[in-house]
């Protein structure tokens, strides 16, 4: 017992790299210095200017910050029921499994058997059993227990106990990632459902337009003011603009069955929730957190760190397979031709073995084997640094879309007014035969064009500020109701201290 104890007193330390969590970068803003704390605004609903608040953390449900309960009801019905995150949470509760599994390496192995075996033996020699005329055919019974114990003297199973709970960080992170995306993505298409219902929209108001200038050119050529030229040419405009509504509405169910799919059901049975613009807030506080939390708040970075810790320790478990590799076992029972007799008399049995093995001689295989883990690590570095300089970057074009949308909208919303304006002067002088087809035309295209235009830069500003909130990571550290990223009982025996 005593040579146990300081067997296990032995198995503390383990050879190898202690894993540490690369600092975060010292940078104090996302972006260059030309990005405005606050966007430009506009005179139309989705208009209002965003501020961009780096002391503040984004919250967990941050889709409820464009202010659609419909939005709400139905993110909270995919939470529940979409496949992807059932699956992400399955493959997450198996990596914890193969931890624990592993952790069983720690500890013996204690196993009993029992034996019942008829044989016969030849006469012609030596006989099998004791005694004076020992009978040749016999029953004999045999109960065993048997104790084996590779005690972790250089912390090779510490290492991959270590190594498997990496994994199993980063398997957390990818359901984080997973739910992110799925968010994210439904946001997304609520916001191109509503989008597209205004494109309809504006598309049925500019066929009514044309209808109606068409209606004028009929009746004025019925009275020989305009030649059959100009009835030709608005009948082409009208068809044209007609031509554009049906890709539109194939596009609205489109949507209608990818959010289907996203909460977890079939096509037919799309959900009941609706979205219009008008539905949607613009939200005008944006939830930063300052750049220096990125790296903890960025499901990929933190899945990329994972990946590096895992490695960092798969270079512990390759040296420690090149030091002696120790074993204890014994096994001890009792042995009889009656069932009831195992254990009487001279029975018994026992036996106890210390091993030690070292390689001495492989080919190479054990020390290729540590610099490949070594190389391994090396490249999850660069892969984590990669990671990081992406993230950056992604939030970076994130704030620059932000900024350029907010002027685009403004743009088009002058662009818009002008055009009407052009538009409704057009028409007017029309009613009077003022005016050619051509500039008909001409006034009835650029407004299209630009109310189309109006109508993409709202749904742009909603659609990029969901892109936003997805680069910073989803808020998901937000939630105060989840669950810790390492279990409790597994947390001391990973510990980098």
Known sequence: MTALVGVALLSGCAVGPDFRRPAPPDLASYARPSLQPTTTSSEVPGGEAQRFVQDRQLPSR??????????????EKALRASPTLIAAEAALRQAWELVYAQRGGFFPSV???????????SATLSPVLGGTNPPTTFALYTMQGTFSFTPDIFGGNRRQVEALV?????????????????????????????SLRAQIAATEEIIAIVARSLAVFRRQYELGAV?????????????????????????????????????????????????????LQLPQDLPMGLPSTLVDHRPDIRVAEAQLHAASAQVGVALANRLPQFTITASGGGQSTSFTQMFANGNPFWSA??????????????????????AAFEQAAAQY????????QNVADALHALQSDAETLKAAV??????????????????????????????????????????????????????????????????????????????PLVSSE
């Open 62 to 75: 941050w889709w409820m910050l464009f202010g659609s309960p419909s939005l709400n009801a139905l993110i």
């Open 111 to 121: 196993q009993a058997g029992f034996t019942a075996a008829g044989q016969q033996t």
């Open 166 to 194: 990496g994994e199993a960080e980063a398997q957390r992170f990818q359901f984080e990632a997973a739910q992110l995306t799925l968010t994210s993505g439904l946001a997304a298409a609520a916001i191109q459902e509503a």
């Open 227 to 279: 030649a059959r030229l100009d009835v030709a040419a608005q009948e082409a405009a009208l068809a044209q603009v007609q031509q554009t509504l049906p890709p539109l509405v194939k596009q609205l169910e489109q949507t209608h069955d990818l959010l289907a799919v996203l909460v977890g059901r079939f096509p037919t049975e799309a959900p009941e929730e609706r979205f219009e613009l008008a539905g």
């Open 353 to 374: 073995a210390g091993n030690v093995l070292h390689t001495l001689f492989d080919g190479g295989t054990l020390r290729y084997r540590h610099r490949a883990a070594e």
């Open 385 to 392: 640094r990669g990671t990081v300089l992406s993230a950056f």
């Open 414 to 491: 002058a662009a818009e007014q002008a055009t009407k304006v052009s538009l409704d002067l057009t028409l007017a002088a029309q009613q009077l035969g003022g005016v050619s087809y051509l500039a008909v035309l001409t006034a009835q295209q650029a407004y299209r064009q630009a109310l189309l235009t109006r109508v993409q830069a709202q749904a742009t500003r909603l659609a990029d500020t969901v892109a936003l909130f997805q680069t910073l990571g989803g808020g998901w550290w937000s939630r105060s109701d989840r669950e810790a990223a390492m279990p409790e009982e597994v947390a």
